[in-house]
C-alpha cells in the first residue's frame, strides 16, 4: 500500500499550500510566512498578518490560486546554504528561525525533530520562493484548479511552534483532490462533520459546557451530558463486575515521588502540572491511575491462586495540554478513564489479553461502533525514551502479535507508537463519517512490575513477578462521549438519550393525563418529561426533534378516551394511537436490549 507521503496527492497539496502562501502574500505583502506543510485530507499554512481576514480576502486568495495554477508555473528546487538562505529570507523572521535550526541539525524546516540529514533547500514557482524539503508536483498544471478549496472560511489561530507563549499566527487551512467530484464529495463530508461538531451539540442538547473562570479545557457536565455519562459507566461497570473486575477508587493527588519511581514524570514532564508543596513535600495532581492500583496490590501478600486480579477504575486526570491544542471534549486537561490493570501470571497472559480484547469488541458493538481496526505499537529501535530490557519487550510483543493472530484481528504494526513501559495494542474506531478515532488500548508491561517490586508466591512457594496489563476501553471519558455525540449526530439509541421520552398535551386539559401517563413510564425505570409550555404543538414537536428525543408521545381527547397516546419518533415517522401499556413494553425492549433502532 502506497504511503500517502510517496503519493500524488500528497505532492498536489504540498504544492497547493505554496501557491496559497504566494496569493496571500501578493495580498498582504508585508505578511510574515512560518510553515504550511500538507495534512490528511489537505494542507495548511500559517501566516503573521497584519489584520484579520475578512470573507472577501479568503475569496480574492482562492481565485488568485486558480490563476496561479492555470499559468503553469515549474515547482524547482535549489540546495542552499545557511548563508544564502538567511540572505533570500531576510525579514522573515520565522523562516530565519528554522534556517537556524536546520544549521544547527536535528530539525527540520517545520521544526519538528529529525533523524534524517538535514540539507537546506528550497522550491520555487513562479514569483515565490519557499524553505522547503518537498516533494512537490513539476509543474503546477498536475493541480486541477476546479479540485481545490479554501476549507475554513474562518481562519484558525495557531501559537508559533505549538508554543503558547510565542506568537498567535493565522492559519489558513485548504484542501486539494485530483478532480472536482473529489472535491465536492469532501465538502459535503465537511459540512455533515460540522453539522455533527460535538461541541455545538453539546451545547444545544445540554450537555456541557466550558467556562473561561473555571478554566480552559475543564469541561462542566449539565445534567442531560452527566445522565449520560453516567449510563456509558454504569453500562461498562456491570461488564466488567461479571467478568471478574474489582472496583477500587483512588486520590487525584500523589507525592511526585510515586511518579518518578514509575518513570511517569520524567518522561511525561511537560505535559503534567508543576508540583506543589504540602507540608514540606512535593506532591502533584495525578496524570494517570496505574501507580495507585500498584500499590493496592502491594498492599497485600498474594498467592498465584489469587491471580489474575484485575482493578478497575473511573478516575479523573490531570494533563496540561496546551491552549493552541485544547479541542471541545476531544482534548481536555483534565478527563476521566476508565483504566483497569491486571496483574497476572506469565501463563495467565494470553488468556486475559483475549479476554481485554473480547471485552473491548463486545462494547464497541454495544454501541454501534463495528468499524474498527487494529495497531500493535513496538519501540522506536532508534529512540531513546523506552524503559526495561529488550527481553522483555521481544517477550511482550510477541506476547501481543500472538493474541492478535489468534483472534483474527486485522492490525498493523507500528514503530514508535509503544508506551514507554512496554508495547500496545490499540483500537482505531471509523464513525459514519470514516473518520478515525483512536479509542481503546491494552498494553503489555513487564517493567512497571519490576520497577516496584511486585511479586506473588508462586506454586513453588517461591516469590514470582506478576506481568501487568494496562486497559482502557472508553479511553477518556470525555473523548469518547465526543466521538458518540458525532457518530450519532446527537441521535443516540434509545437507552443512551439522557430524555427517552416526551409527553406533548395538545391543550392544557390534556395535562393531567400526560402527568398521569409519564408517571406510568417513569415507574417502569422510563427518562420522560413533560412539555407544559405554551407553545403550538407543531412547534412543541420540532423543540422534541432539535434535541434528539427518541420518541415524542401527543396526547389529545381521543387518545385519553382511549387510554392511549399518539406515536411520534425523532425521524419524523408517525406510528399513530398506540394504548399505553403497550408502547411501555414496546420502549423497554427496545432500552433494555440496547436497540439502536426505536421500532
Known sequence: MERYEDSQLYRIRHSTAHIMAQAVLERFPEAKIAIGPPIEDGFYYDFDLPRALTDDDLKAIEKRMRKIISQGHEFVR??????????????????????DGLEQG??????????????????????????????????????????????????????WRGDENREMLTRIYGTAWETPEQLQEYLNLLEEARKRDHRRLGQ?????????????????????????????????????????????????????????????????????????????????????????????YRSDLHSYRDL???YAEFGTVYRYEKSGELH????????????????????????????????????????????????????DPESDKYVGDDANWNKAAQAIIAAAD?????????EGEAAFYGPKLDFIVRDVLKREWQISTVQVDYNLPARFELEYVGEDNERHQPIMIHRALY??????????????????????????IVLIPVADRHIEYAEQVAAQLDARGLRVNVDVSSGRIGAKIRTATQQKIPWMLVVGDQDIESGAVSVRLRG????????????????????NNKSLELQ
Not at 519557499?130 to 481545490?148: F, Q, T, W, Y
Not at 459546557?209 to 457536565?221: A, R, S, Y
Not at 455525540?485 to 427517552?500: D, M, N, R
Not at 403497550?582 to 423497554?588: G, P, R, S, T, V
Request: proline share 6%.
Open 78 to 99: 535549489k540546495e542552499v546554504s545557511a548563508d544564502e538562505a538567511r540572505e533570500l529570507f531576510a525579514g522573515q523572521s520565522y523562516k530565519l528561525e528554522l534556517i
Open 106 to 159: 536535528g530539525v527540520d524546516e517545520y521544526g519538528e525533530k529529525t533523524d534524517q540529514a538535514l540539507v537546506i533547500s528550497t522550491y520555487t514557482q513562479d514569483s515565490f520562493e519557499d524553505l522547503c524539503r518537498g516533494p512537490h508536483v513539476a509543474n503546477s498544471r498536475e493541480i486541477n484548479p476546479k479540485a481545490i478549496s479554501i476549507t475554513f472560511k474562518a481562519p484558525a489561530g495557531a501559537y
Open 204 to 296: 444545544e442538547l445540554g450537555l456541557f459546557t466550558f467556562n473561561q473562570e473555571v478554566g480552559k479545557g475543564l469541561p462542566l457536565w449539565k445534567p442531560n451530558g452527566a445522565i449520560l455519562r453516567d449510563l456509558l459507566e454504569r453500562f461498562l461497570r456491570d461488564v466488567q463486575i461479571k467478568r471478574g473486575y474489582e472496583p477500587v477508587i483512588t486520590p487525584h493527588i500523589a507525592r511526585i515521588a510515586l511518579f518518578e519511581r514509575s518513570g511517569h514524570y520524567p518522561y511525561y514532564k511537560d505535559s503534567q502540572y508543576s508540583p506543589f508543596e504540602v507540608e514540606g513535600d512535593m506532591f502533584m495532581l495525578k496524570p494517570m491511575n496505574c501507580p495507585h492500583h500498584i500499590h493496592i
Open 308 to 310: 489474575p486480579i484485575r
Open 328 to 379: 471541545g471534549l476531544t482534548r481536555v486537561r483534565g478527563f476521566t478513564q476508565d483504566d483497569a490493570h491486571i496483574f497476572c501470571t506469565p501463563e495467565q497472559l494470553e488468556d486475559e489479553f483475549l479476554g481485554v480484547v473480547d471485552l473491548i469488541e463486545f462494547i464497541f458493538n454495544g454501541l454501534g461502533l463495528t468499524d474498527y481496526r487494529a495497531r500493535i505499537g513496538i519501540r
Open 406 to 414: 489468534k483472534r483474527g484481528l486485522d492490525y498493523r504494526v507500528e
Open 475 to 500: 479511553g477518556s471519558l470525555e473523548r469518547f462521549v465526543a466521538v458518540l455525540i458525532e457518530h450519532y449526530g446527537g441521535a443516540f439509541p434509545a437507552w443512551l438519550s439522557p430524555v427517552q
Open 572 to 591: 419524523g415517522e408517525d406510528l399513530g394511537a398506540i394504548p399505553v401499556e403497550n408502547f411501555i413494553e414496546q420502549a423497554l425492549a427496545i432500552v
